[in-house]
T-cell receptor, first 117, second 114 residues
Framework: DVKVTQSSRYLVKRTGEKVFLECVQDMDHENMFWYRQDPGLGLRLIYFSYDVKMKEKGDIPEGYSVSREKKERFSLILESASTNQTSMYLC????????????????FGPGTRLLVL | AQSVTQLGSHVSVSEGALVLLRCNYSSSVPPYLFWYVQYPNQGLQLLLKYTTGATLVKGINGFEAEFKKSETSFHLTKPSAHMSDAAEYFCAVSEGWGAQKLVFGQGTRLTINP
């Protein structure tokens, strides 16, 4: 069975703290993604990675960084947490497209609800 | 850049009634389109997707969606709502090389009245 796990379901941090959100997938997927979910805004892409040590900025990368040292693990880092980063964070992974019209699905983790005080 | 608009942030229907969740997209190339569902305190689960071929796509839990290129729409329907359908639903369109990235709509929360 497909599995994407996130290290915490709930986190409470203080303003200015460095925060690490971890995501692990067991499907040998090349692509991994970090999204932020806010009411009325849907999901917005923060960063994604298409290979080990490779990363690309998404739509809202400011205030975040990522790390992918191993294929199965993709970390989201808040260098100095701020209250406007209070949100739900969702990780996803996806295999590589294998042919015309064949689109691999994104599989999502359960999410981490982060509160920054 | 591609975008997705979901009409109605909240939709309420009675149990047994038709469910219709609306999604319109903008894309400069033939799109790949998706519907995801999120149950409370869970991640997203793929309901169905359109890539190529038949424009009426059937998904899990009795849902289906029809791709209408002329209307740039991909509305989600279910003939008869069940209490267990209460959730948030997201429409998404793919973009980028190899359809790697998804652009999501803002979501529609579906409530089922007994």
């Amino acid at each position: 069975d497909v599995k994407v796990t996130q290290s915490s379901r709930y986190l409470v941090k203080r303003t200015g703290e460095k925060v690490f959100l971890e995501c692990v997938q067991d499907m040998d997927h090349e692509n991994m993604f970090w999204y932020r979910q806010d009411p009325g805004l849907g999901l917005r892409l923060i960063y994604f990675s298409y290979d080990v040590k490779m990363k690309e900025k998404g739509d809202i990368p400011e205030g975040y960084s990522v790390s992918r040292e191993k294929k199965e693990r993709f970390s989201l880092i808040l260098e100095s947490a701020s209250t406007n980063q209070t949100s739900m964070y969702l990780c996803a992974s996806k295999g590589q497209r294998t042919g015309a019209g064949l689109v691999e699905d994104q599989y999502f983790g359960p999410g981490t609800r982060l509160l920054v005080l | 850049a591609q975008s997705v608009t979901q009409l109605g942030s909240h939709v309420s229907v009675s149990e047994g009634a038709l469910v219709l969740l609306r999604c319109n997209y903008s894309s400069s190339v033939p799109p790949y389109l998706f519907w995801y569902v999120q149950y409370p305190n869970q991640g997203l689960q793929l309901l169905l997707k359109y890539t190529t071929g038949a424009t009426l796509v059937k998904g899990i839990n009795g849902f289906e969606a029809e791709f209408k290129k002329s209307e740039t729409s991909f509305h989600l329907t279910k003939p008869s709502a069940h209490m267990s359908d209460a959730a948030e639903y997201f429409c998404a369109v793919s973009e980028g090389w190899g359809a790697q990235k998804l652009v999501f709509g803002q979501g529609t929360r579906l409530t089922i009245n007994p």
